[in-house]
Every structure is written in structure tokens, then in C-alpha cells.
RNA sequence: GACCCCAUCGUCUAGCGGUUAGGACAUCACCCUUUCACGGUGGUAACACGAGUUCAAGUCUCGUUGGGGUCGCCA
């Protein structure tokens, strides 16, 4: 069975990982199945309303490369796939579904419906019983015309269990009597997310809806009013909530991260993508790395987790350094080179720097602080010279830094194999150990402890002038 | 408060009646090494609790506890 899923994201602001992920499922199972994946855009609170999120929406989904076959800005034929663009068609169902009893008109203020029978505000949340109920059709549709505000409401007469099925969490069973009946079309004439779900998802003949678990207690009430208009739900597939921590799911607010945070960080969009699919989903195997259309290929709704997922960082981390690994060498010298931008005057060899940053960093950002060094030497201390391991301390920097010293000038290929080649021959000839003058370099060249690269691949990336300086320089300040 | 959902290492998870409870990240140790990292090897670490059902329960049932969600003219 092909399937058609649609992803309804309103456009209040950027995109955030949990909704991407749902994005992601339902592209999945489209695609899965040979299926169409569409996109349309919520837009029905006005208040809400963003300014550019849209184009976060179309950016973010382009980016990752889940590309739809239908949507607002490629038309379908569905269409339009901007819910602000179909308020005639709800307020036509809403009519429709009074008509056919599943809802009714209501005349109630927004005040009256929060305060409690003794007027006063509710401690706990308690059903609203709605006068506007029990008015005739008649008396209701007069007060209409005479152009009296109103909202329709759903109209909740069943009483006993209502059933569902849903492809994750199994066999749901709710109380009709626990259902509240809410506004289905507001004052303003624009339909709720409760109807223009229901509405869009049976014209547009989505066949999969994919949505958050917090859907689940309402889903019978669309349910009732497919089953007014005569209509087939669709399957649900309920995913569970991605967190941030035990407690708290992730939110926009706390600035937890959005995928485009994410992105600004350094990580790869399909490094995010591929850490967000295994968050609720697994293969079976013990596969982690997938790209967007091998998880095409093996993905199945059935392996979807029934329990919240915690969003770690961490992870996503390891595997954003895997996908760094990966990427060809040109590749990542030119994601690489926006991080460079204040070495562009320098005569430093930016390829082979990229070289030696590819295997360990994890995050692109990473590049800033395994880079600062290039501009010049922080002040450092003498004991940074001194290393058990490299048996080497300043005394022994000392007398291998000014070996050095005297043998690199002569080095005319300036290559990390040349260099290193010629250092290691400097120290069998002195019968010193490589680390005793090869550390010292790196600690004179960078005045740091731990650096990305080598001694040798440091004096490539330097060049063999700024090497020769900063030798000369450490010389001097270890009293040579 | 009512209703719904969830529960395996710190985290993501495998497990669908019989397993030495497996993998990944993280962490620790060691190896490799031109520091750090990468890579390699090994270790620490989990079935929330209590009753049942069964020859046998992480797996099924019920309860308890803990957590989450819903109860908007937001989605």
C-alpha cells in the first residue's frame, strides 16, 4: 500500500528537533511504501504567526533532503496546502457537520466558559457543560443571521468506551464522557487544529498521520466527526515525545537547540538527521549510520518506540565526528574554510591544515579552538616543556630545540614526510628519543599542550618561515 | 483532580516465556603513537517495586511507585 503522509507544521518560529523528527517518520513511511510525502502549512492562529518561519520550514526540509511532491509553494492536486488559504472549505464542513449533528452553534463568551457555575475561576480543571447545547437548531441559526458572534463547537452525544487503534501504542480505549466538546471553528471564522486536521487529512486522502503522543486523548474526538461526515480515519501513528532531560520534554523556549542551532554549532544536516531517526526508531541490527535513503530502504513503522526519548547531545556529537570522517578531503576544506577567515592573509597552508583537522574534530565549531594558535603564540609556561612520557622538559628543549634549530633551515621540500623524516634521523643521530625533540618543537611552535596535529604537520601548516621564527622565538624565551 | 500513555546500563536501545540480558554513546584501563584525537583491546554499569499465571517471567496479568501528556476560540 502506498502511503500518503503530509507534515502540518505551523509556522511560528524555526524548526525545532522533535517536530523534524516526526517530519522525518512520515517522510519515512511515504517514502517507505512508494508513497507521497506532503507539505502544508498551519496557519490558523494569526496571533502565532512568524514572519519567515515558513521559510525556515521549506530551508530545513531542502537542507536535510526530504523533499515533497506536494505543497504550498509546488502546488498538487490537493491544494492549497495553506490552511489560511481554505477557510472557506472549513466554515462550508463546519455548517455542514451542525447540519449532520456533530456539532452546533455556540453564543458563549471566551469568560464565561473558564468560570465555573459560582463564578469563579476553576482550582481544577473541570468539563464545560454548554448551555448553547440544548438551543434549537432553529433559535440557534436565527441568532446567527442576525449577526450575533459565535463559534461552532463539537457536539458530543455518545456515551460508553470509544476504540482506536493506533500502529504504535496498540488498542486505545477512551470514556466518550472524558471528551471535551471544543471549538471547531472561532469567532474569526478560522477553523481550530482539532477540525482543520480532520478536514485536510480526509481531502487531501492522507492515509498516515503521524503526529505527537499528546494527540492521543483527543483522537477520538476526530474520530466522531469523521465517522459524521461518513469518512475513514486515517491509520494513526502516535510517536512519543523527544526530551530534553527525564522531566522536560524540548522546547524552543530554554534555547534547547533547533536544528538551524544545531547547523550554527557545526553539525552536519545529515548527521543531525541520522542521531534524530534512531530517537524512537531502531533498525533491528545494531546499524547506526544511515543516510536519508537507507533509512528509506529499512524503515518500518513496527520498530517504532512506544517510550520518550532523551536528546543527547553527546551522541549526536560522536556521530557528527563520524560523519566528519566520511566526508572527502575537499569536502570538508570547504565547510572548513569559514572558520579560517581571519588566517586568509597569513601564508599558512589551509589545505593541509584541513588535513590534519578532518580525523578529530567532531563538530565544525571545533575548528575555532583547535585553530587559535595559528595567529600567534599564547604565552605558555616553561613547565608545559616538561613531559614524563616524551622524557623531555625545558632543560631538554633547550639543547633539541637549538638541534633543531640548525637542521630545519635546510630542509628544502617542505612536507610533513620530509620533515619528519629529518627530525627522526636528528634525534638516532643524537641518540635521543623522537618524542624529546619532537614534543619540544610542538610546545615551540604552539605554545600549547595538546594541539591538532603533530610537531612536523604544525611546521607544515605554518610554513617554513613562521616555523623558523617561532623556534627562534622559543629559543629566546627558554633563555638560549 | 479526572482521563490517557510510558518504565532494560548515566543516555539511545536489542529482547517479543527458557539469553552468561546483546550493541552504541559516555566513562575507566591498556595498546598504538609525534602531544591530543582517530583506531584497537578489555572493564565498570540495567530489567523501578510487589503480587499473581507458568515447569520457567525482563518478556504475560493485576496492583504500587515514579515520570510524561491531555483537560485552550494553541497546534
Known amino acids: ?18 517536530n523534524l523528527r516526526t517530519a522525518l517518520y512520515e517522510y519515512l513511511i511515504a517514502k517507505s511504501t512508494g508513497g507521497d510525502f506532503l507539505l ?89 457543560q454548554d448551555p448553547c447545547k440544548h438551543l434549537s437548531l432553529e433559535e440557534a441559526k436565527a441568532r446567527v443571521a442576525a449577526g450575533e458572534p459565535y463559534t461552532i463547537r463539537q457536539t458530543i452525544n455518545k456515551k460508553g468506551k470509544s476504540h482506536f487503534h493506533d500502529e504504535v501504542y496498540g ?35 492522507i492515509t498516515h498521520v503521524v503526529r505527537g503522543n499528546e494527540y492521543i486523548s483527543s483522537t477520538p474526538k476526530y474520530n466522531l466527526i469523521y465517522e459524521a461526515f461518513g469518512w475513514t480515519p486515517p491509520i494513526y501513528v502516535h510517536v512519543p515525545q523527544v526530551m530534553k532531560d527525564a522531566q522536560h520534554k524540548l522546547s524552543k523556549r530554554n534555547g534547547d537547540a533547533s536544528f538551524q542551532d544545531l547547523v550554527a554549532k557545526g553539525y552536519l544536516p545529515a548527521a543531525i538527521l541520522n542521531y534524530i531517526a534512531l530517537l524512537g526508531w531502531n533498525p533491528g541490527d545494531d ?137 627522526k634521523n636528528l634525534a638516532a643521530e643524537n641518540g635521543l628519543k623522537n618524542g624529546q625533540i619532537l614534543y619540544p618543537l610542538r610546545i615551540a611552535l604552539s605554545g600549547k599542550e595538546t594541539t591538532a596535529g603533530g610537531a612536523t604537520e604544525i611546521a607544515v601548516i605554518l610554513g617554513k618561515q613562521e616555523t623558523l621564527n617561532r623556534v627562534q622565538a622559543a629559543l629566546a624565551k627558554l633563555g638560549a
Open 1 to 18: 500500500m502506498k502511503a500518503r503522509t503530509r507534515f502540518a507544521p505551523s509556522p511560528t518560529g524555526y524548526m525545532h528537533i522533535g
Open 171 to 205: 488498542d486505545i480505549e477512551i470514556d466518550y464522557d472524558d471528551l471535551d466538546e471544543g471549538v471547531l471553528l472561532k469567532t474569526d471564522g478560522f477553523p481550530t487544529y482539532n477540525f482543520a486536521n480532520v478536514i485536510d487529512d480526509h481531502l487531501m486522502a
Open 287 to 423: 546499524r547506526e549510520i544511515f543516510s536519508l535513503s537507507e533509512l528509506e530502504k529499512v524503515f518500518d513503522i513496527s520498530r517504532l518506540n512506544k517510550s520518550p526519548a532523551i536528546f543527547d547531545i553527546v551522541k549526536l556529537t560522536w556521530m557528527n565526528g563520524c560523519y566528519i570522517r566520511e566526508l572527502p578531503t575537499e569536502k570538508f576544506h570547504e565547510l572548513a574554510m569559514p572558520y579560517y577567515q581571519k588566517y586568509l592573509t597569513r601564508p599558512l597552508n589551509l589545505e593541509f591544515l584541513s588535513k590534519v583537522l578532518q580525523p578529530r574534530v567532531e563538530t565544525l565549531a571545533d575548528i575555532v579552538s583547535q585553530t587559535d594558535f595559528l595567529e600567534n603564540v599564547p604565552e605558555y609556561d616553561l613547565s608545559f616543556y616538561e613531559n614524563k612520557k616524551m622524557k623531555t622538559n625545558a632543560e631538554v628543549a633547550q639543547n633539541t630545540l637549538k638541534l633543531a634549530a640548525e637542521v630545519l633551515p635546510t630542509v628544502a621540500d617542505w612536507t610533513n614526510e620530509n620533515l619528519f623524516e629529518c627530525l
Open 40 to 128: 502544508r502549512i498551519e496557519d490558523t492562529d494569526q496571533k502565532r504567526y512568524v514572519e519567515g518561519a515558513t521559510d525556515i520550514i521549506y530551508q530545513t526540509l531542502k537542507t536535510v533532503g526530504m523533499n515533497w511532491d506536494e505543497g504550498p509553494d509546488i502546488g498538487g492536486n490537493y491544494g492549497p496546502y495553506i490552511q489560511s488559504e481554505r477557510k472557506a472549505i472549513y466554515a462550508e464542513y463546519a455548517h455542514k457537520l451542525v447540519e449532520l449533528g456533530g456539532a452546533h452553534y455556540c453564543f458563549c463568551s471566551q469568560k464565561e466558559e473558564t468560570e465555573s457555575e459560582d463564578g469563579e475561576e476553576a482550582a481544577v480543571p473541570t468539563k464545560f
